[in-house]
């Protein structure tokens, strides 16, 4: 993460999450490749996930951005007084390690699938043509 942006928050928490070796470097703990077919479909618990193959290497993320809304804790809700409707609303604002917020850009996938194709189409024409991360 860009140590200028955490000089814009005067309260904060970093999380870091992953399994790493004695020399801080992640350890794989297969040795085949996987692939993640997302779109923006992909959201919340899923959107973490995401995020964890991106950071890590763990997969290949194929397919179109999610939708964000990953690493943080669980939204907030409440009712407004008077109308009784419920609001529903992220309550941390998650930064991906380039700095852009995660609820408005998402996850960007490694291998980006052409507008009008699908992620799954994408990623056979990618392990045919032998394209890994």
Known sequence: MNKSVLEEFQFFYKKDRGLAREDGRYAPLFSGQFWVLI???????LETFAQFCR??????????PTSG???????????????GI????????????DGGFNGVV???PDILSPEGEDALNTCLNAIQKGRAS
């Open 39 to 45: 779109d923006s479909g992909v959201y919340s618990t």
């Open 55 to 64: 950071q890590t290497g763990f997969a290949t993320l194929v397919g179109r």
């Open 69 to 83: 809304g990953g690493g943080g804790i669980d939204p907030k809700v409440f009712s407004l007084p008077y109308t």
């Open 86 to 97: 419920c609001i529903k609303f992220d309550a941390e604002s998650v930064l991906n390690p």
């Open 106 to 108: 998402g996850t960007a």
